[in-house]
């Protein structure tokens, strides 16, 4: 015991020196970092490892950061010093990145309606790739990057970059519409069993139908004049005709397409048993055996021509059209009638051609 006792009294002897030689601030510091390690111990007793909190650690690192290696190593503390500093140096990081964080997170969002005109213009430009639409806002004065299209692209399915080399029909039939004409022959038996032949052509911007002609023999001279036909007619009305869609019948020889090469119409070939491609005349087809070959007698050629004719006055002037919005070829929709007096006086009466085969609603005069 009394070995001890002069072990801790020279140790402290020393302790003495040592802390004369310090400054209050690092005795006040110690005392704190002893007494902080201290209330640690008390809330962790029994537990096999002191564990620190992040409360903990940044306390004893704002303490501990001043004093140096040699410094901390005398202190009784429960973690080595380069752990102390470790501390230090996170703690900085963490003060550096709240500090220098940049007010808005990343790159503001692009406005809504600039979104909405990329996707117009790509829609109404299937040709226009992402650099394309990146040049086009530039001469409108919207400044946006050329990476900010490519996202809104991709976002929306649509390849910035797609293949631009060919020209799809479907394009090709929307961009040209108002100059392309579509023809096809129709098949029809008389009540004598004679076959004949029907040759008609539609305008796809207006839907408007010229019947060529009908017989029972279609040579090639008279397919040819039929041709000559066509092409007066559109010179007539002043239409402006570039492209003219046809099937491979053989009924067409070379001098029909010879005719209309020379008057500027190029004849443009429609796939082998794809009826679609030539979509808009073979929908008139249906429509004229529907309402009216389907319906009707046909004695001879020259009754045939006859209500051929009528039938063709009624789709150009009357028929009601769902892509013209209800219009006709040669008449434009009427006006709604809001005054419900007229409506309360409604006074329809039907016009028959053809005997009854076609029904025709008009206002009474």
């Known amino acids: 015991m009394l070995l001890r006792l002069a072990y801790l009294t020279v140790t402290n002897a020393f302790a003495v020196l040592r802390l004369l030689s310090m400054s209050d601030r690092d005795k006040d510091v110690e005392i704190l970092v002893l007494r902080h390690q201290l209330t640690v111990l008390e809330r962790q007793l029994g537990a096999d490892r002191v564990r620190f909190a992040p409360e903990d650690r940044a306390l004893l690192a704002t303490l501990l950061a001043p004093l140096t290696r040699e410094v901390l190593r005398r202190l009784g503390l429960l973690v080595q010093p380069d752990t102390v500093l470790r501390w230090h140096r996170d703690l900085m990081k963490q003060r550096h990145a709240r500090t220098c964080r940049p007010k808005r997170p990343g790159r503001p969002p ?16 299937p040709s226009w790739g992402y650099r394309r639409v990146h040049g086009e806002l530039a001469t409108l004065g919207i400044k946006i990057a050329a990476s900010t299209i490519w996202e809104i692209l991709k976002a929306e399915g649509i390849d910035p970059t797609p293949n631009r080399s060919a020209t799809t029909w479907a394009d090709f039939l929307r961009s040209q519409a108002d100059a392309l004409l579509a023809c096809d022959f129709i098949e029809t038996v ?48 002043g239409a402006t005709v570039n492209y003219l869609i046809r099937d491979w019948d053989t009924k067409f020889p070379t001098l029909f397409d010879q005719i209309l090469g020379d008057a500027g119409i190029q004849v443009v070939l429609s796939g082998i048993r794809m009826p679609r491609m030539n979509s808009i005349m073979e929908r008139w087809v249906q429509t004229c055996r529907h309402e009216l ?13 006859h209500v051929l004719r009528e039938f063709e006055r009624h789709h150009n002037a009357h028929r009601p059209h769902q892509a013209m919005n209800q219009a006709a070829p040669l008449r434009a929709v009427s006006e709604p009638i809001t005054d419900p007096g007229r409506i309360a006086r409604l006074d329809i009466r039907r016009h028959d051609r053809l005997s009854g085969v076609i029904h025709e609603h008009r206002h009474a005069v």
């Open 190 to 237: 008389t009540l004598t069993g004679q076959r004949q032949f029907i040759l008609a052509v539609i305008e796809h911007a207006t839907r408007r139908v010229r019947v060529l002609g009908a017989t029972a023999h279609p040579t090639a001279h008279w397919v040819g004049q039929v041709a000559r036909n066509l092409v007066m007619d559109l010179e007539d009305t």
């Open 110 to 125: 692009t406005v809504r309606s600039i979104r909405v005109l990329v996707l117009r213009l790509v829609r109404e430009n």
């Open 293 to 305: 070959l389907d319906r009707t007698l046909i004695w001879n050629e020259r009754h045939l021509r």
